[in-house]
């Protein structure tokens, strides 16, 4: 199962608003549709946003070949604003839009706009291919976290479907459960949009590991329950001093963990971190429609009009989180400095 | 807006699964028919449930005037059982059927049973009619704890719908907003069965209190952003020790709680403690079927077959537990030697 292909000029993108009832692919042949897919979340988690976004610069390109380069390359330039604009948190959206943006700087010289596009397509396949690559280094580095056989909660999708390849925090899970050191993933579903209940419940079963899946309030009595030893999670945007942007209700999980005296673990590439912001107070937190909370697959679970507030991303402070997994390690406290060095390895 | 009416020889349920979408009433005229609706969750609420098993018991009786008193209290005793299996957590429950039962006794010297069903149904609305008085002076008590202007967080519903009268979490709410103590109550949603959602902000929105919904992850950013002052919320069971046993999450709102310095406060009638325990751990936990959490509105929200835990219930052990309001005034710790006080004003 691959959540994002880019074949002929085409990006296919595994629409995962619709999992796990209905199975359906989305083929994107312009940029504007691939931007509509991230906003409507059919494309979601930080490293396959970043890649698609990529892609849809190279399609946006496409379409400008008639420009002379110096119009060629103001116009992606715009297309790339306007991706930029279409989630607020995740990092790997501005990262990899940066990258594709310096590839086109770089043949700015150049007057032929094929050459560039070209250029753009390879520096947008070199994006996927290195996020596989990424996400195996982070699964033996995390899968080496457990020693022993360990029940893990997860919260949100960190998974295959986040990424272009195995995952982050799944693709952990999944080295670790082939190592023996895995006995069962507790999955909150993750209120509102239940990518815990729909993805991350769906891609364990698919992979034949044990999961059960509750409720995101429940999280707190399975720990008490001694029912998980561990907390994994993946990341949207990571600042300077190891403080963790992720989906809505990762804060609490980590306040629950450190009642119970659980480790709780982030699995995320260097390009999820924000070289930039000194820590998560930085962060613009994307608040989403109210709809989103009020209702579910059509039907109304709330009454009309009531006032709701919904932010999609909570910030984890660091000293809430045991380590955080890296493709170049395990990074562990004081993150400053940690994150100081990773900054080097990055250049 | 009353939740359950009691009159001639009728119970009426407002049926709390189908709002806030839809206002329907359920008619009663059998005890079969209030035992399904408790199972159901179409009365709920801990007080509630112990007034509508009290009021099943009369209408029970009254379907066996035929029998002569031995057979006629067996029958009763019968149907007393029956009535106790149908939720195992809420004490409320056991609490109504056991003072319907010791009326029975007191009777049982008659060779009357017309006597005895008059008998029974006083005693039933003797329940009822002390739930109203109850829930008023708890108001009061837990009032008296919000001296300034306090924005609250409650998880599940503990509010008129939840009781025969004002409610208890909500009835100390309701109180302090008229006192000019509440500035809004953000309202957890409460997965699985959204009773914050569907209960709790329809109940605030049609007393004109100014309600906020959240998913239940959403409570530890809310607190970290210092959006609420105090969190209160109802009970399902106490032990003597004061652990409190609430429906499944608000362990975890209390763990919250504590992380960030706010008060957790537990509104309860009498009625809710079991003086037969000693602690949390003697309390059953109720598991419900795994639809709840996999559909909802019934649309399927998970894979099929998914493994789900479904606990409805959670206890919050006594240190996490600022105060209890109780009708005979406010708990604080030493939980032990307060509820040894409220034993005795109980006799």
Known sequence: MRSIVWSNNCLTLLNQTLLPTRLEYIECHDWQRVAEAIRRLEVRGAPAIGAAAAFALVLGA?????????????????????LRQTRPTAVNLFWAIGRMLTVLDQMAGNTDT????????????????KDRAVNEKMAVHGASLFTKPTAVLTHCNAGALATVAIGTALGVVCKAWEQGNITQVFADETRPLLQGARLTAWELMQAGIPVTLI????????????????????ADRIALNGDVA??????????????????????????TFDFTINSGADIPIEERCATEVTSLGGNCVAPQGVNVFNPAFDVTPNNLVAAIITEYGILRTPYSQAISQLVKQCK
């Open 246 to 271: 992720n989906k809505i209700g990762t804060y609490s999980v980590a306040v629950l963990a450190k009642e119970h005296g659980i480790p709780f673990y982030v699995a995320a590439p260097s390009s």
């Open 114 to 129: 094929n050459a560039a596009i070209t250029a753009l397509e390879q520096a947008a396949i070199a994006i996927a291919e």
């Open 215 to 234: 409720t995101d309030n429940m999280a707190g009595w399975v720990m008490k329950n001694n029912m998980v030893q561990a907390v994994i999670v993946g």
């Open 62 to 82: 496409g379409e400008l070949t008639e420009l002379a380069m110096p119009e060629f390359k103001e116009k992606v330039t715009q297309i790339a604003s306007v």
